[in-house]
T-cell receptor, first 116, second 111 residues
């Protein structure tokens, strides 16, 4: 099953700045998914990242605010730009495969972002 | 967007008791999955049930799926304090590869 290394695990950032979150997978994967989890809430899909093409964003999320890179089949980054306190959330990346039955999805350990 | 609701939102039980969580969804699905999250960290996949299956077991976990009612339940038998976590259902909707998550149930198992 896939193993994901996600960095940083947490950060405290000033409003107006940007933070880039990295996910490294130990195997090649076609799609990587980025989620946001606001405090006390469930996970919401931000975008799907395919290697070699632009990411596909969900309604309510735009590339200027959450630019994504996918330079190869094992790596992706999500940048949270021009941050405000409302961006304080846990951000998680995910790939297909792994899990109890090898058909579930594997998640990174998450990045807990606090914007002050 | 949020797929649907889970109930209860929070559940507190004693060690050894069974815990049942319910999930509803709104669309046509390929499969439904359950995940556990400890203390706001990464999610751990627990079990997957396909749309043509009605019941599945894995260890102390039992999941059911009723596609006519667009609902699923997760039963954890003989709960342990270590089962304390948030539990989320997630659907793989027809035509999509990304998961859509339910609202989650916070389970507290008292020792």
């Amino acid at each position: 099953s896939a193993v994901i290394s996600q960095k940083p695990s947490r950060d405290i950032c000033q409003r107006g700045t940007s933070l880039t979150i990295q996910c490294q997978v130990d195997s090649q994967v076609t799609m990587m998914f980025w989620y946001r989890q606001q405090p006390g809430q469930s996970l919401t899909l931000i975008a799907t990242a395919n290697q070699g093409s632009e990411a596909t964003y969900e309604s309510g999320f735009v590339i200027d605010k959450f630019p994504i890179s996918r330079p190869n089949l094992t790596f992706s980054t999500l940048t949270v730009s021009n941050m405000s306190p409302e961006d304080s959330s846990i951000y998680l990346c995910s790939v297909e495969g792994g899990g109890a039955s090898n058909y579930g999805y594997t998640f990174g350990s998450g990045t807990r972002l606090t914007v002050v | 967007s949020q797929q649907g609701e889970e109930d209860p939102q929070a559940l507190s039980i004693q060690e050894g008791e069974n815990a049942t969580m319910n999930c509803s969804y709104k669309t046509s699905i390929n499969n439904l999955q359950w995940y556990r999250q400890n203390s706001g960290r990464g999610l751990v996949h627990l079990i997957l049930i396909r749309s043509n299956e009605r019941e599945k077991h894995s260890g102390r976990l039992r999941v059911t799926l009723d596609t006519s009612k667009k609902s699923s339940s997760l039963l954890i038998t003989a709960s342990r304090a270590a089962d304390t976590a948030s539990y989320f259902c997630a659907t793989m909707d027809t035509g999509r590869r990304a998961l859509t998550f339910g609202s989650g149930t916070r389970l507290q198992v008292q020792p």
